[in-house]
């Protein structure tokens, strides 16, 4: 399992969402929080790669074909037939930092 420290928990505060590409996970993750939780995705939308934001904290949206993806379990909001969910990663928070895993 490889864990990495991603940042200070304060910096989602400040910003809405971030996000931040992770070498050793040949990913981009998404950080952003919904209802006093946190949650950790990839940010590379399943359908062709193209790039997830954080839409007026209801929904994720990628620009390049329109799908919005659920803030909480990633599935697809507006497209019944795609099934791919955004890839969710594991975190947790110690001493103010989160830390993201991949098994
Ligand atoms: S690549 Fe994201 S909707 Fe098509």
């Given at each position: 399992m490889i864990k990495k420290?991603?940042?200070?928990?304060?910096?989602?505060?400040?910003?809405?969402?971030?996000?931040?590409?992770?070498?050793?996970?040949?990913?981009?993750?998404?950080?952003?929080?919904?209802?006093?939780?946190?949650?950790?995705?990839?940010?590379?939308?399943?359908?062709?790669?193209?790039?997830?934001?954080?839409?007026?904290?209801?929904?994720?949206?990628?620009?390049?074909?329109?799908?919005?993806?659920?803030?909480?379990?990633?599935?697809?909001?507006?497209?019944?037939?795609?099934?791919?969910?955004?890839?969710?990663?594991?975190?947790?928070?110690?001493?103010?930092?989160?830390y993201v895993f991949?098994?």
């Amino acid at each position: 399992m490889i864990k990495k420290k991603i940042c200070k928990i304060d910096k989602i505060e400040k910003n809405n969402f971030f996000k931040i590409w992770i070498e050793d996970f040949k990913d981009e993750i998404i950080v952003y929080k919904y209802k006093k939780k946190i949650y950790v995705k990839s940010s590379i939308c399943p359908h062709f790669g193209g790039p997830i934001s954080y839409k007026n904290d209801k929904y994720l949206f990628c620009y390049w074909h329109g799908l919005k993806f659920s803030t909480e379990n990633g599935q697809c909001l507006n497209q019944k037939s795609f099934k791919t969910c955004l890839i969710d990663y594991l975190y947790e928070v110690k001493k103010d930092y989160i830390y993201v895993f991949k098994k």
